[in-house]
């Protein structure tokens, strides 16, 4: 399909889309019928997408592997970021239970001393019967003390048996917990080798793949082709985000996005080597957004508050994540290695929802960042400022 007719494709779409929206905010949705509505939108888009590829040609058997590769990445990532929390808490858990087990030997070790000292003390009464030593006294009132002392006496000796016996107990219960754990941390850190073994293997695939596509790419001359269909691609996603949002309340408890231009942070600490509105390489575009340099695997932060509306894969843009502020304002998070949130998932500002990569067939790692008012791009530098690796909010 030419751009021409994309563009009136598109617009045809966002007309009726704006419709149905319309409709739709005649009444006030509950949180069920706003989740459905977010997994609508997102069934919508899923098709959208389909459709849009399907009139621009399929998918390449390369750009379809890359994406499955990427996705599995992301997916693995996930996968050993999970087991490492699990592994931490079993050896957070293990700790403590170490920390039980040390206190329960040294109550052992004390109450076997106080026993041991009981034992001595019967001994040194001559160890002579009961009723003897009883008979043996003159006074009554010797007597009477003697019957007091030997009550006592047993049933301090018959408590401390029942607390050694209680502490030889709790012990064994720690130490079965204690066996228990490592089995888990065993199978853990055996599932996270797995995991590790995986992401090698795709990381693998996915540089082949990508080497096969560059010289496709390169034999074709199709590259800035390619671009202005990925960018067209984004732009008509992006109208129906806008359109789909627009029936779904805006986040109250957050502070307004416009009250917080310029005292946000930008997503993740790196330098921004691409600047908004400047020429790319290929001079036929503009950059929408900023490109900031930064490590593979680098955290990335959610600038505000407000809820993911989409997460996936897209051609171009690799794993690219966009939330949605309210009041017309989303921002946009491309070339991810991993994605850490889901479609309808709400997130606030300083929350962990990327890390860094070179998704989308990106040469170099870093983070694509676009802020959208309305559906147009707006300077992110004019809203965020430089984050210090310190900061995570």
Excluded at 287 to 304: C, K, L, M, R, T
């Amino acid at each position: 399909m030419r751009p021409i007719q994309l563009t009136k494709f598109i617009l045809l779409f966002v007309l009726f889309a704006t419709h149905t929206s319309l409709y739709a905010q005649a009444s006030s949705p509950d949180p069920i019928e706003v989740q459905q509505k977010l997994e609508a939108l997102e069934t919508e888009i899923a098709k959208f997408r389909e459709l849009l590829e399907s009139t621009e040609g399929q998918k390449s058997s390369l750009e379809q592997n890359l994406e499955n590769n990427e996705k599995k990445i992301s997916e693995i990532l996930n996968n050993i970021r999970l087991l490492q929390n699990d592994l931490k808490k079993t050896q957070q858990n293990l700790s403590s239970l170490g920390d039980q087990q040390n206190d329960l030997v040294d109550s052992q070790r004390e109450q076997q001393s106080l026993i041991s000292s009981q034992i001595r003390a019967s001994y040194e009464l001559g160890n002579q019967p009961y009723v003897k030593v009883m008979l043996n006294q003159q006074d009554p009132n010797q007597i009477s003390r003697m019957l007091a002392y030997y009550d006592h006496f047993n049933k301090a000796r018959i408590n401390q048996i029942e607390t050694y016996e209680a502490t030889i107990e709790d012990l064994a219960v720690v130490e079965g917990e204690i066996l228990i754990e490592n089995q888990q941390l065993k199978q853990r850190q055996l599932k996270l080798q797995s995991q590790e073994a995986g992401l090698r293997s795709a990381q693998q695939e996915k540089r082949k793949t990508l080497a096969g596509l560059n010289t496709e790419i390169k034999k074709t001359g199709s590259e800035i082709k390619l671009k202005l269909a990925d960018r067209e691609q984004l732009e008509a996603i992006l109208s129906r985000i806008t359109v789909g949002v627009a029936s779904i309340p805006s986040p109250k408890q957050s502070k307004p996005f416009l009250s917080v231009k310029g005292k946000m942070l930008l997503p993740v600490a790196g330098k921004v080597s691409h600047r908004f509105g400047t020429r790319r390489s290929d001079g036929k575009q503009k950059w929408n957004g900023v490109f900031i340099d930064a490590a593979e695997g680098d955290p990335i932060y959610s600038i505000h508050y407000g809820r993911v509306v989409f997460s996936d894969w897209l051609r171009g843009f690799g794993l690219l994540l966009i939330i949605n502020h309210g009041e017309g304002y989303m921002s946009l998070y491309g070339h991810n290695q991993v994605l850490y949130r889901q479609t309808g998932d709400w997130v606030a500002a300083g929350d962990l929802i990327a890390n860094v990569g070179n998704s989308g067939g990106q040469s170099k790692s870093g983070l694509y960042f676009e802020i959208r008012n309305a559906g147009k791009p707006s300077n992110p530098q004019q809203w965020c400022q430089i984050r210090s690796q310190a900061k995570a909010a």
